[in-house]
């Protein structure tokens, strides 16, 4: 009998489940989303910037991610310097159109000179 009632009971809850509306995120959340996407978007264009530089950069570019990550690591925690870590990875395995490398190559050099200025 229970059961037959817990189960009328659930059946009639079910279609108010599905009208309910998720909880927005508050604005904190949301901006450290936003902030959290900016750190991948970062790690992806150094990773395609190393793919587009010849070999004899890419030594250079290795010490500028790693001051990057460094940096991360120091002000953001280790949690956000792995979400640049890893978007790095997928940028440098990725297959990129060669014709967007001066752009990538340029986004990265940006973002590392707008970096040092705070220093």
């Known amino acids: 009998m229970r059961t037959r009632l817990f ?15 998720p909880a927005k995120p508050a604005a ?4 450290d989303v936003q902030f959290e996407e900016s750190i991948r978007n970062f790690g992806f264009v150094s ?5 587009c530089l010849p070999e ?11 001051r990057a ?3 991360l690591v120091r002000l953001f925690g280790s ?11 997928a940028g440098t395995s990725m297959s990129i ?19 040092s200025r705070g220093q």
Do not use: N, W
Not at 28 to 31: I, L, T, V, Y
Not at 79 to 89: E, H
């Open 47 to 51: 990773g395609a910037a190393y793919q």
């Open 69 to 71: 990550y460094s940096g």
């Open 79 to 89: 949690d956000r310097a792995f979400f640049y870590a890893a978007a790095f990875g």
């Open 97 to 115: 159109d060669k014709k967007d490398c001066a752009g990538y190559v340029a986004d990265f050099r940006a973002a590392m000179k707008s970096s």
């Open 28 to 31: 904190g959340e949301a901006e």
């Open 7 to 21: 189960i009328l009971a659930l059946a009639a809850f079910l279609p108010a489940l599905a009208f309910a509306q």
């Open 56 to 66: 004899a950069e890419r030594t250079a570019h290795d010490r500028e991610v790693l």
